[in-house]
């Protein structure tokens, strides 16, 4: 029987040094541009909606997961269309991308490279047609009678199905808002000493990230000691923890009261800097609680994904999809790893590759579940379809451009 502590444990490590740390970077690099160009940046993708699609499935193939959650609360906002999150999240590499590329890099590259181009045709289809967006809405609604507004796929789909009309977060409009700042005292310097901490954990988190994924994504002993699996571990768990401090407390004191949003504009590099943990805390901690469901439900409930996964014939492409239904990349990480060792077919792992939604869902999931389920139905249609089209056409693929 597994140990529940450890699966925490190691869900909190794992949820800050494989993702987080990565997700970190892309947002500050992001926030960066924000803070250089004065907000110009999204202003242009606005003003450009040919564009939108496409720089989603770009921004969705970049490694990680980073890129894409960078996109969704412009959905959220209102400033990109609902088939500019579908082509963002067809084209999603996930983390898995990174074992993949080191294990099998000719195989990432093709499957990476139908994925994009899915992306693009689906994200444009969705734009310009609907593709059926207010029938998949009202199947949802009976689902979730209570779900919050969808955007493209609310009630007002038949007359805009690409529009977005703006959201609400909890309540809060999608703004950057000082007032919400507390006046200074302790727990302002205090939250302030906490982005500092995070920031230098997560710069150790990034270098033992990187070289677990360049070790092939090995078995990492959970240990506190001056070895690569002691600082893998300590920034692991201290990310997480101030991850889930400046989430759920810092945020009030610092004036970061609204996360999972893009900011207009940004008064200094600290500021960008002070924004971009804060997004990464508010995903972190999404993606632990998605870790942590994942891995219960694997040890406790005997779910064999990978095994369902490699079944015979055209069940293996239909597994490699449904696996990607499956938020987070914690069971993209282990069917990438799984093909590596010609376990499933290329089929499967293509399927897989246009299915999965990577963490990237999480923030959406939380500002609007109705477009992260809607979303998900359409990043699973065309990962089928190529998926069983490979499967029959080029046959299984076992073992296909992997070192």
Request: hydrophobic residues 50%; proline residues 4%; contains cysteine.
């Amino acid at each position: 029987m597994a140990d529940p502590v450890g699966i925490l444990l190691g869900s909190v490590r794992d949820g800050f040094v494989q993702v987080g740390a990565f997700v970190a970077i892309t947002v500050v690099l992001f926030s960066y541009l924000q803070y250089r160009t004065g907000g110009r940046l999204v202003e242009r993708l606005e003003r450009n909606e040919r564009a939108q699609p496409l720089i989603g499935a770009l921004l969705g193939l970049t490694p990680g997961c980073g890129g894409a959650i960078v996109m969704m609360p412009l959905y959220v906002r209102g400033s990109v269309s609902f088939g500019t999150v579908v082509a963002t999240l067809i084209a999603t590499a996930g983390d898995s991308a990174f074992v993949l590329l080191a294990l099998a890099p000719e195989a990432a590259l093709y499957a990476y490279g139908i994925s994009f181009g899915a992306a693009i045709v689906s994200g444009y289809a969705i734009d310009r047609f609907g593709l059926g967006v207010g029938r998949v809405d009202r199947a949802v609604a009976r689902l979730r009678p209570t779900a919050t507004d969808g955007g493209v796929v609310s009630g007002t789909a038949g007359a805009n199905p690409a529009a977005n009309p703006g959201h609400e977060y909890d309540g809060v409009a999608c703004s950057h808002d000082h007032s919400r700042k507390r006046e200074p005292g302790f727990m302002t310097w205090l939250s302030h000493a906490a982005h500092v901490a995070w920031w230098a954990t997560a710069l150790v988190a990034l270098i033992a990230g990187t070289v677990y994924l360049l070790r092939g994504a090995p078995d990492v002993a959970m240990t506190v000691a001056p070895t690569f699996e002691g600082a893998f571990t300590v920034a692991g768990i201290t990310g997480s923890i101030l991850s889930v401090y400046l989430y759920a407390v810092g945020r009030r004191y610092i004036g970061e009261g609204g996360v999972g949003h893009v900011r207009e504009s940004f008064h200094s590099a600290y500021d960008t800097f002070q924004h971009a943990a804060m997004e990464t805390s508010f995903v972190t901690v999404w993606v632990i609680a998605g870790y942590l469901l994942y891995e219960y439900v694997v040890q406790f409930g005997n779910v064999d994904i990978a095994a369902f996964a490699a079944a015979a014939g055209l069940l293996a492409p239909v597994g490699g999809a449904l696996l990607g239904l499956i938020p987070g990349c914690g069971p993209q990480i282990v069917l990438a790893g799984v093909y590596a060792e010609g376990a499933i077919p290329f089929s499967a792992l293509t399927a897989n590759a246009i299915s999965q939604d990577g963490d990237a869902l999480f923030p959406l999931i939380a500002m609007d579940k109705t477009a992260a389920i809607v979303a998900s139905i359409y990043t699973t249609v065309p990962a089928l379809v190529v998926g069983i089209a490979l499967h029959v056409v080029f046959g299984p693929l076992f073992g296909f451009g992997v070192l």
